[in-house]
Structures are given as C-alpha cells and as structure tokens.
C-alpha cells in the first residue's frame, strides 16, 4: 500500500501522496486494542489553500469538467471495480480504523462503496435532460458541474459515506476536496490511490486529513469552494451553514438522528425483534439513522421486551477481525465514556437497565461496551432525547397509534423511522405522519440510491441520492431560442 501503509497516511493532492506542509503528523488508534495503527498527515489551512487552488485549476482546465459523461463513467466504473478487486484489504483496514466487525466491513461498507461509485457514474448519463417547445421558442437545461466541491465526512462510516458524496460530485463533472474524521482516515486515504490507477486525472479527487477545527473551517469558507456537502453532528452542521452563508453558497447537511422504531401488536414480533435489535446495534450503535428509540404497543410489551431481551443476550460482542463478531469496539475511549455517562444519566433519571449497562468485562484493554437496553423511560429523558450514538436503546410503551405518532415526534431530530405492523393502512398512515425524511416499513436500512436520502428539522437540510445529488452538485442554466 505504497503511500497510504497502516504506518504512514499521507494527504493526497494533484494526484500525489505528500506530507502536511509543516510536517506534523497525528496518531490514529485500533478501537479495539487503544494502540496506535498508523501516522496521518496533519494537514493545516495552508494545505487546504493550495489543495483548493489545485481543484480550481483543475476545473477551469476542463480536463474533468469537459470531459464527455461517458468518458467519465469509464473512469469511474473502473474505480468501483479496482474497490472491489480490493475488497478485503480495504475491509480489514475499515475494521481496524472504526471498529467495527468485519463481516459488515467485508459484506456492506466496502461493496457499497463501489456501488456508489458505478451507480452515479452510470446515472449521469441519464439524469436532468430537460427540453421543451413553446410555439416559436425552444428551451432547454444545461446543468453544468458547480466547480470545487467540499465534502466533509464523519468516522462512523468512512469509506461508505465518502464514496456516497463524493462519486456524485464527481460524475457530475466537479473537482472534489474530501476530508475523513481525523478517529478513521486510513480507508479514505486509499481511494487516492485507486483513483489513479483508474485514470482519474490529477487534482480533480483530493483527500485531506486534519482537524475539523481548522481544516475543516477553511475547507468551508474558501472562496474557489462552490459547493458544500457535510455529514456529521447538527452542532458542526449549524457552524458550517454559517460559514456556506459567508460565502452565500450551497450546503448539504446530513445531521444526528433519534429515530422511532415503532412496534404495533399486529406486528410480525420475531421479525421485528430481529429487525429492532439490527436497527439499534449495528456499527455498536454508531449509525445516524439508529432506531435508538424503541416504542411498543402495551398490549404486547412484556412479552416483546421478554423476546428482545433474550435477543440482546445472544449478540456477540468482540474482536472486530472475528467473523463471528456482531458488535466490535467503540470508536475512541472518550466517546465509549461519552456512552457511558448517558448510561449513568438514564439511571439517575429513573429508568431500569433491562440488559447491559457496562464495559464488556474481561476487554478493557479495546473501546468495548455491552449492548444496553433501558426500560420504565419516558419520552422526556435525556436519554431518549439526546443521540448518544452508540449501543443504548430506550424502550417505551403506547396505547394507541395516535400516541405512537406524538411521541415518534416529540423530537428535535427528523431522519427516520421504522414501523412494524400488518396492518397496510395503518403502515402507510404512521409513515405518512412520523416527521423524517426516511421511513421503513417492516424492515431497516434498505437503501435504493436513487431515492431521496436527507432529514427533516435538527437531521438536517437538503436530499442528496440519485437526481437530486445531482441537483445540488451541478449549476442549471436556461436556454430559450426562438426557431
Ligand atoms: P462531527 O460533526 O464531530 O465531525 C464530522 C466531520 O466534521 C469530521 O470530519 C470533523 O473533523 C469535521 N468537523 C468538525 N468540526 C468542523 C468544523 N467546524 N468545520 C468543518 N468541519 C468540521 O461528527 P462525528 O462525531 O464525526 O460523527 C457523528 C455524527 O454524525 C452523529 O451526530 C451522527 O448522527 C452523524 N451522522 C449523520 C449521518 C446522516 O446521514 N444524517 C450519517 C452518519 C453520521
């Protein structure tokens, strides 16, 4: 892995791996072990101001930016493919970098990553053809790529997310500045690499790492920059739309979660303890769209907490590079203490531990924690009010649909929800009136990328996905002629 070794990651800019101007590196951490896997180039605003001219450049040359769709989707489909013939050496590393275990590694994120890349590169082909007669005059729409792009991703999925924005701006004809979180920026880094073996010519992908302090804000307020796409925490998403608002340009904004996972007593219950315990802990809980918020119907809540419960006995948490590991290790020892406290809070406030609550005993060496499910919580408490972002789910009882539906929406949060039932209308009744902009029924995390993916109030501003990723990474333009 000549550039990018679990020793030694370096910025990725015109096409070439090199150190941080100042020479600073930082230390990223194996979650499981607390040890250090590798050095990272700390990059600095200087880095992101030549980075950025570097992307401008690129994009007036029209090297990429003029560059047939076709041609392009050639580029880009060779890179889901060099993704693939790497699939494993890119999961190990997700692995070691988040956490994580690797059969989600290995049998989501990565093929993901590389349908992400071929399913944009193909869909630019088809997408915002627009063309209309009016009498004597003819319009029709060019959109054209928006210029340098930014996108910013968290640690939670690293390589999924960056591929998720960045093959869009780039099938769209952009130049792309991407920057991974500083806890998980091995994976990330590598893309450089594939990059140019696929072709892609320099400068139109650049890869920075650094802290989101400094890189980050200069990566959001400099003025070749046109557009702005950012996952993460809404506290960052409120910084960064003050910063798009300075340079009065666009900004896409995939924020926290507190979603409802909804369970009716015409549900199908082992299917949804199944798909309930999936939506909670998966990735140790550190997935936005989580459904950390667990409501059931109380005319089956004691026997679906008891199915649960035991449920939640028989995950298996443990070494992420296990095949057999269904929860690996937080991503850092400060966030494991973040989640603990929340723990201690919810039992100040009141509620019962109906499984976990603690450390894994026995692995304090890694970031591991036992997958905790709070019962006896009211809608009110922190703890189901707050994203803790890790393997805690609260558990709160209804009577009645409409019930369901006000508390599903006494959030501040807006990303999804989850409703389990047999019920057709009433399936599509909760759905249309739970607010977030993803709804599953009888299921979880299904996700067709030509669908609309976003969140509504705190979760977020903007839909990126199939035609409207497209919308937001290129510039319309009008033209009327008279025939
Ligand atoms: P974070 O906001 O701390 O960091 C995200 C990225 O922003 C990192 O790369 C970080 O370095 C950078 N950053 C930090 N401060 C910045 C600033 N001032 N300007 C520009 N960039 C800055 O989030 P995190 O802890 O890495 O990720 C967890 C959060 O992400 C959770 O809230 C989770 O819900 C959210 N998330 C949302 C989605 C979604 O699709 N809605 C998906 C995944 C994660």
Redesign the pocket.
């Known amino acids: 892995m000549s550039g990018t070794t679990l020793k030694d990651a370096k910025l990725f800019i015109n096409g070439e791996y090199v150190d941080a101007l100042s020479g600073e590196t930082f230390d990223t951490i194996n979650p499981a072990t607390n040890e250090k896997l590798a050095s990272v180039a700390n990059a600095s605003e200087q880095d992101v101001q030549k980075t950025a001219e570097v992307a401008q450049k690129t994009f007036e040359s029209g090297v990429w930016s003029k560059m047939s769709v076709d041609d392009r989707a050639k580029i880009l489909c060779k890179m889901s493919d060099l993704v693939m013939e790497r699939v494993e050496e890119l999961a190990m590393v997700e692995t070691l970098d988040v956490g994580k275990p690797i059969k989600e590694s290995l049998g989501f994120d990565i093929p993901r990553a590389a349908q992400n890349l071929r399913f944009f590169a193909e869909m630019a082909k088809y997408v915002n053809h627009e063309h209309y007669d009016k009498g004597n005059y003819m319009s029709y729409a060019k959109y054209a790529p928006a210029g340098v792009t930014s996108l ?6 690293p390589f999924m ?1 960056m591929t998720w924005k960045a093959s869009a701006a780039l099938a769209a004809g952009n130049t792309v500045i991407v ?4 806890y998980t920026p091995l994976s990330a880094v590598m893309l450089g690499e594939i990059a140019n073996e696929a072709g892609l010519p320099p400068g139109v992908l650049n890869i920075i790492t650094g ?3 400094t890189v ?2 200069a ?2 307020t400099h003025p070749n920059v046109r557009r702005i796409s ?5 506290t ?1 998403g409120k ?2 739309m003050k910063n798009a608002a300075s340079q009065l340009i666009p900004v896409s904004l ?4 507190k979603s409802a996972n909804i369970v009716f007593e015409d549900a199908d219950l082992d299917e949804a303890v199944s798909g309930s315990i999936e939506a909670i802990f998966r990735n140790q809980g550190e997935i ?1 769209l989580a459904g950390s918020r667990l409501l059931v119907q109380e005319s089956v809540y004691e026997a679906f907490l008891d199915k649960f419960t035991a449920a939640v006995q028989k995950i298996k948490v443990g070494d992420p590079l296990d095949p057999a590991t269904d929860m690996g290790a937080l991503v850092s020892a400060s966030h494991l203490a973040t989640v603990d406290e929340y723990v201690q809070i919810g039992l100040a406030e009141g509620a019962k531990l109906a499984a976990g609550g603690k450390r894994v005993a026995g692995m304090d060496k890694g970031n591991f924690y036992e997958p905790t499910v709070f019962y006896e919580v009211d809608n009110s408490m922190r703890i189901a009010q707050e ?1 803790i ?1 890790g393997p805690v789910l609260v558990v709160i009882p209804f009577k009645t649909e409409e019930d369901a539906i006000r508390i599903a929406n006494d959030s501040i949060y807006g ?1 999804a929800g989850v409703v389990w039932t047999n019920d057709l209308r009433r399936a599509h009744r909760v759905a249309a009136q739970v607010d977030a902009g993803l709804l599953w029924i009888n299921c979880w995390y299904v996700r067709d990328l030509r669908t609309p993916f976003g ?1 509504s109030k705190a ?2 501003i903007g839909r990126e996905g199939g035609r409207h990723s497209f919308e937001f990474y290129t510039e319309a333009k009008t033209i009327t002629m008279k025939c």
């Not at 910013?152 to 999925?157: C, E, F, Q, T």
């Not at 995939?254 to 979660?257: A, H, I, K, P, Y």
């Open positions: 910013i991703i968290p640690w939670n999925l997310q920057k991974p979180a500083s802290p989101g302090s980050g804000t990566m959001t950012f996952v993460g925490e809404t960052t910084t960064i995939e924020l926290g979660g936005c994203e972002f990303l969140g979760s977020g």
